[in-house]
């Protein structure tokens, strides 16, 4: 199992698993570099190798450095958060135990060489995850708006069509619920 990510579609990932890739960012890059090394490897070696691509995963147990888990962290501290771009960049978010579930599929249910997108079945801007985030903690976010990053994508939505029939991959946790959940996780874990 090679896990990639969106990000090696580029700058808008938007369809199925036929979109061209072309990453903008050494991220981007170094997973389809990846994903190109395992299937060399299949290829060479007869090891079968199934590619998921993972679109914006979130939930309990986030590493700190992403998105939600900062934005979180500074809305329970009371502090202001750093928005890079208008805020209308939308995200195909995929909540964590989904990605689980339809990982343990894969291992049992897969092709060998292929590739799946895993993406939540809604597209959300990241003003509305804010709004969600002030819902869930009860806070009003003060934002400093910066301009966009480089590299950072503008748009996801990915299509899970092929997921969906072959892996049984369902999008089952709406982004009000699973970010409520993160909130709650990392509120009781003191992470702010």
């Given at each position: 199992?090679?896990?990639?990510?969106?990000?090696?579609?580029?700058?808008?990932?938007?369809?199925d698993?036929s979109?061209?890739?072309?990453?903008v960012s050494?991220?981007?890059?170094t997973?389809?570099?990846a994903?190109?090394?395992?299937?060399?490897?299949?290829?060479?070696?007869?090891?079968?190798?199934?590619?998921?691509?993972?679109?914006?995963?979130y939930?309990?147990?986030q590493?700190?450095?992403m998105?939600?888990?900062?934005?979180?962290?500074?809305?329970l501290?009371?502090?202001?958060?750093?928005?890079?771009?208008?805020g209308e960049?939308?995200r195909?978010?995929?909540?964590?135990?989904?990605?689980?579930?339809?990982?343990?599929?894969?291992?049992?249910?897969?092709q060998?060489?292929e590739?799946?997108?895993?993406a939540?079945?809604t597209?959300?801007?990241l003003?509305?995850?804010?709004?969600?985030?002030?819902?869930?903690t009860?806070?009003?976010?003060?934002?400093?708006?910066?301009?966009q990053?480089?590299g950072?994508?503008?748009?996801?939505f990915g299509?899970?069509t092929?997921?969906?029939?072959?892996l049984?991959?369902?999008?089952?946790v709406?982004l009000?619920?699973?970010?409520?959940?993160?909130?709650?996780?990392q509120?009781?874990?003191?992470?702010?």
């Amino acid at each position: 199992m090679q896990i990639s990510t969106s990000s090696v579609y580029g700058t808008t990932a938007v369809g199925d698993e036929s979109l061209e890739t072309a990453p903008v960012s050494p991220y981007g890059a170094t997973k389809l570099a990846a994903e190109h090394l395992a299937l060399a490897h299949w290829r060479d070696s007869g090891i079968p190798v199934t590619i998921l691509r993972y679109f914006s995963v979130y939930g309990p147990g986030q590493r700190p450095d992403m998105a939600y888990r900062k934005f979180i962290s500074r809305a329970l501290a009371g502090e202001s958060i750093d928005l890079y771009g208008s805020g209308e960049q939308s995200r195909s978010n995929t909540y964590i135990d989904d990605c689980v579930a339809v990982t343990i599929s894969a291992m049992h249910n897969s092709q060998p060489g292929e590739i799946y997108n895993i993406a939540g079945g809604t597209e959300r801007s990241l003003n509305e995850a804010l709004a969600i985030i002030e819902n869930h903690t009860g806070r009003k976010i003060n934002i400093n708006e910066l301009p966009q990053a480089r590299g950072d994508q503008q748009r996801t939505f990915g299509d899970s069509t092929k997921a969906r029939k072959a892996l049984g991959f369902e999008h089952s946790v709406t982004l009000e619920e699973g970010l409520g959940r993160q909130i709650e996780w990392q509120r009781s874990n003191g992470l702010f």
